[in-house]
């Protein structure tokens, strides 16, 4: 059933995952933390990677971190669209989250390699981008349905776990590596 509130929330949305309080997770275009903070919270013995090509963004982050006294998340300024950027070691990560980063770039089989990369073998890859054409989507950008979204991850190795349920303005799809 569709959630119909205008956002759902990271907390609505991490209870949809299958996370482990000593995973390590990376937050792929953390933005101010949205859900880098409450990831945190969730893997309290294990580690939040929070990546993004803005460092205000990253100062964002580490500046609420602080504030709320979590001490497992590590900031990386990198972009995304290049392979090994994110300075990650191979196979290091359980699970991967990007959250409305696609549709910012022409580059995303570049980003999704980075993701591939970086992920364990059966680790997760969740890709949360807009519905193109919902009422608040991004008249700017290059948006991405689901499907052209499930061909892409699908052409890069990934197979598709499950869909999440999420407020209309979003979709939300689970893969597995």
Not at 26 to 46: E, L, W, Y
Not at 86 to 103: A, H, M, W, Y
Request: aromatic residues 6%; hydrophobic residues 40%; negative net charge.
């Amino acid at each position: 059933m569709q959630n119909t509130s205008v956002f759902s929330t990271p907390e609505q949305i991490l209870n949809q995952l299958q996370i482990d309080e000593n995973m390590v997770v990376a937050d792929f275009g953390c933005g101010s933390g949205f859900f880098a903070i409450p990831m945190a919270k969730k893997v309290t013995d294990g580690i939040v990677y929070a990546l993004d090509v803005i460092k205000d963004s990253l100062e964002a982050v580490e500046s609420k971190a602080k504030l709320e006294g979590i001490s497992n998340i590590k900031t990386i300024h990198c972009n995304l669209e290049i392979l090994g950027s994110s300075k990650l070691g191979d196979e290091s990560v359980n699970l991967v989250l990007t959250r409305n980063i696609l549709f910012q770039s022409q580059k995303k089989v570049e980003v999704l390699k980075e993701a591939r990369r970086v992920l364990k073998s059966k680790a997760s890859l969740v890709l949360i981008e807009w519905v193109p054409g919902s009422p608040l989507a991004p008249k700017e950008g290059w948006l991405i349905s689901k499907e052209q979204a499930r061909q892409l991850a699908e052409k890069e190795g990934f197979s598709l776990d499950k869909e999440l349920d999420l407020d209309n303005q979003h979709y939300g799809l689970v893969f597995k590596k």
